[in-house]
């Protein structure tokens, strides 16, 4: 059972994530994302980017294992082998840019418990190391109860 | 750009290939996306797609559509049925579709267009309430 004295609370900044242009590309090829900004230097510069754009779901690389090392955290309580992702969302104030170095804070926003099964709402906020926001990460998960 | 516009649509083909590359870019190890032993084990019909991928291929009708994936200013959806992958060379078919709901004057005075997407493998749908904002 979930400990819902966690609702409310925020984990300490992360350390940096330093996004790599070789995790942009790489990640824009697994997902078939052909945008020359996502692969070309120069082409990102050109549209006004200082570096490669990563495409928008790529905060999902290092937002999850912060996520994850939340839901294994015994005090809490999660059964981390029963959970199912219910809903995902991004609010992206810019792109993210390759040479970005990225800090996470993990607020854990809601968790209700309907019909055996528990949904937990974990929202990440990202900023860059001078504190400006990058982007927000919510993530909606699901777990049932064992039977 | 008009409400109401349709999106030009978008058919991906995913293969187990595709689950093991998606897994080492995005770092989501889980096996119910490469193992059938431990995917059937949970209840799950077979292995099946990472539901952040089945999203970030569907982010494709939209950064395609809009030329440049940095609008994206909002990009959401629930996972509403899994994408089973089956181990042989077809894979499975996820078929996009997508409408502009909005179009809208930000406060700051960006138009964006607000797109609804649709996405179906064998013909049900696998993403609810999936949309996008996206910087015209």
Redesign the interface.
Known sequence: MPDAGFVGRALPPTEPYRVGRE?VR??A?????G?S??HDVDAARA?G?PDL?????FA??FT??VMEAFLRDPAFGWDY??M?????????R??IHAGDELVTVLHVDDLRTRAGSHFLTLRCEVADTAGEPVLEATAVLVTREAA | MNTGAELPPLS?RVTRA?LV??A?????FNPIHWSERIATG?GLPGVVAH???T???A??LI?GWV????A????????TRPVVVPDDDEGALLELTGKVAEVAEEPGGERTARVSVTARVDGRTVLGRAH?VVAL
Not at chain 1, 53 to 57: H, M, S, Y
Not at chain 2, 24 to 28: E, H, K, L, M, T
Not at chain 2, 72 to 79: D, H, I, S, T
Request: glycine residues 10%; hydrophobic residues 40%.
């Open positions: 995790k790489e990640f090829l697994a997902v078939g994302e945008a900004v996502c549209a980017h754009v990563a495409p928008p779901t999902v690389t999850m294992p082998s029963r199912v992702h219910g809903e995902q969302s991004f609010t992206l810019r792109p | 991906v595709d590359r998606y080492g870019a995005s770092g989501d949970v539901g952040m991928l999203m970030a291929l982010g494709r950064t030329g440049d994936p940095s994206v200013r909002e990009y959401a959806v629930r996972f996008a």
